[in-house]
Structures are given as structure tokens and as C-alpha cells.
């Protein structure tokens, strides 16, 4: 029975204090790669190559809208755009149930907007890539709204870099850029996410941002650069890409992701296999494992994975010059697979040129 308590006491307390941000400044998937559980190593594309595997690079332009909702939007958002109108109804909605059921646990909200293009010059493939991203976040629990956790970001960033072939089978990859990130909320202090009580009104405005001035809270510099390698032989694809950031603002410090992957083209189905942020220490091995399929079927792709022991999947409609996709997936907090996992469905509108 100790054990047991034990047990729980260290799982609370990973929750409670050890997020493991999978989206930050610099650094986010496109729908395809998190429908197809996480994968990027060996299954990036285009232009967004840059930021995730710099070898898989091709001369393409795109440009995108992504927008990633927690899977009971439709009855938080009506009560959060009356909040943010009206600050002092956060005493109705603590009394409201069916917003506090609904809003319960870990949640966040995003956008992404960027757009890219390169092209083929002499012997390598050269671009770049440039994105606005910005991000809502909270943890709530019905038995503790006094330590409700809030938190709000936004960043925008520009990449540039290419590949080249080094053998025929061979590929290599660099970019490097920067930007600016800054939180929202907390709009002042360098903790993120910030603790509210939601019984006190005093204690939500303390970490407000004043809408006139939004913009100045995104005033952190920070650096970024990638690279990444694959080898093809045949239908077989090895890969391994790094992205290091300068100054994460979320974590206050800077952050580096190592990953390596495997993946086989059947043809009618694309296998994907991958250890993703190898170097973070926290997390577990099936934290870190991801799986991912591809089925190719010219103007409808289908995808699928697994993601830290969670499923995922996918559609995509593709016409030409346009794209919409669809995402089913699951982002994970702790850093162990399958236990603090936050649903999520994402649409994605590209125009490709």
C-alpha cells in the first residue's frame, strides 16, 4: 500500500510541475507530421523541411494557416470571448458548471501562420521560411481554483538555409534564424504559466495584458539553427535532425531537440518510425517513440501514428495550388507517454506556388 501512495505522490508531482512543451518559439510541426504521430526525421516536406530537418528541404513556396482547438471548443470559446470583453465576469463563470467541466484539466489553444519559398541554385537546394505563432494555455481543476494555471504566448521567427546532395544517396541540411517571443500571460514576471485564483478577480487582472500595448510583450530575442542528414537506399530512409533555440521563453533558458528516425515507402504506404528529443533526460523511452503511415492516394492522402502511446491521424485534400488538412492528435505534458495527454483537432489551409 506505501507503494502505491508512493506512486501516486510522484505522478502528482510530475504533472503538477514538469510540462514538456512540444510547441514553442521557433519550433512547431505542420498537420501532415502530427497526424502521422509526431514524425518528421524522414517525413518533413517542403518549405517547413527547414525548421525541422534541413536535408529533406526542396525548392517549393507555401503559405499556411494552421489552427490547433482543444476538442470541446465549441463550448469554451463563447464563454472565454465574453471574458476577455468583460475581465470582471470571471466571478459567473467560476460558478458556471458546465464551463468549468468543460474547461477542466490541461488545454490550449494555437495558431500558426508562415510562409516560404526557395529554389534550386547550382548544386543545392536554398530558402527560406518565416511564421507567427501564438499560443493559449491553461490547467484547471474543479477541486483547487484557487492555483489555476494560465499562460498565453506569441513569436514570430524567419529561417533561412538549404541542402544539398553530398553521394547520391546522401542528403545534408542547415538553416539558421531568429526572432522575437514574448508572453502575453503572465504579462509581466518570467514564470510561465502563471497561478491565478479564480475566485479572485484582483488576481486574473494581475496577469492580463493591456490589448493596446500587446505587441510589446513580444520583446525577447532569441536565435535559432537546425540540421539535420538522410541516407536513402532504395525505399529505406535514415535520418537525424537537431533544432536548438537560444532562449526558450517558456522554459526561461535554451532548449536543443536531437531526434532520429527510420522510415520504408511501400508505395501504397509510407512506415515511419522515430526517438524524438533524445537528449531530454525527463523523458521516458515511449515518451519519446513515435510511429507514423502514410497512404498516398494522389488528391486524398490518409495518415495515421502513434505519438508518446497516443493514436493520431489524418486526411488531407489535395488539389492544385491548394491544400486543406485535417488532424486528430494528441499533445503530451508529462513527461511520461500516456498520462497527461491533451486531444486536439487542427485544420490547416495551404496555398502552395
Not at 502528482?12 to 518528421?40: C, D, H, V
Not at 485564483?197 to 510589446?216: G, I, Q, R, T, W
Not at 512506415?271 to 494522389?298: A, H, M
Amino acid at each position: 500500500m506505501r507503494r502505491v501512495f508512493l506512486w501516486i505522490f510522484v505522478m502528482i508531482a510530475l504533472i503538477a510541475f514538469s510540462y514538456q512543451w512540444e510547441t514553442f518559439p521557433g519550433f512547431f510541426k505542420p498537420l501532415r507530421n502530427l497526424a502521422m504521430g509526431g514524425t518528421y526525421v524522414t517525413s518533413a516536406q517542403g518549405v517547413e523541411s527547414l525548421m525541422l530537418n534541413p536535408a529533406l528541404f526542396e525548392p517549393k513556396g507555401v503559405i499556411s494557416l494552421d489552427l490547433h482547438l482543444s476538442n470541446n471548443v465549441a463550448t469554451i470559446a463563447p464563454k472565454l470571448f465574453e471574458l476577455l470583453k468583460n475581465p470582471e465576469s470571471i466571478s459567473q463563470l467560476a460558478t458556471d458548471t458546465q464551463f468549468l467541466s468543460a474547461v477542466q484539466g490541461v488545454h490550449t489553444y494555437g495558431v500558426n501562420v508562415y510562409g516560404g519559398y526557395g529554389s534550386r541554385i547550382v548544386w543545392a537546394n536554398v530558402g527560406g521560411l518565416g511564421g507567427f505563432q501564438s499560443e493559449l494555455f491553461w490547467n484547471l481543476s474543479l477541486m483547487n481554483l484557487n492555483e489555476v494555471e494560465l499562460g498565453a504566448w506569441a513569436a514570430y521567427f524567419g529561417v533561412i538555409g538549404g541542402s544539398l546532395n553530398v553521394t547520391k544517396d546522401l542528403k545534408v541540411g542547415v538553416s539558421v534564424g531568429g526572432g522575437m517571443a514574448g508572453t502575453i500571460v503572465p504579462a509581466t514576471g518570467t514564470t510561465y504559466p502563471a497561478k491565478v485564483d479564480m475566485m479572485d478577480e484582483n488576481s486574473l487582472k494581475s496577469v492580463l495584458p493591456d490589448v493596446s500595448k500587446l505587441f510589446s510583450y513580444i520583446n525577447t530575442p532569441f536565435f535559432v539553427f537546425n540540421a539535420g542528414a538522410v541516407y536513402t537506399w532504395n525505399d529505406l530512409s535514415v535520418g537525424v535532425a537537431f533544432h536548438y533555440n537560444s532562449n526558450n521563453v517558456l522554459e526561461g533558458t535554451s532548449s536543443q531537440i536531437l531526434s532520429a528516425g527510420v522510415s520504408y515507402d511501400l508505395k501504397i504506404l509510407k512506415i515511419v518510425f522515430e526517438l524524438e528529443d533524445l537528449l531530454n533526460q525527463e523523458k521516458s523511452f515511449y515518451r519519446k517513440t513515435n510511429l507514423g503511415l502514410q497512404s498516398d492516394f494522389g488528391f486524398l492522402k490518409l495518415y495515421g501514428g502513434l505519438h508518446a502511446g497516443w493514436l493520431t491521424g489524418g486526411m488531407e485534400l489535395d488539389v492544385p495550388f491548394f491544400n486543406v488538412l485535417f488532424s486528430a492528435h494528441v499533445v503530451e505534458f508529462s513527461p511520461s507517454a500516456g498520462l497527461m495527454g491533451e486531444p486536439k483537432y487542427s485544420l490547416s489551409f495551404r496555398a502552395r506556388f
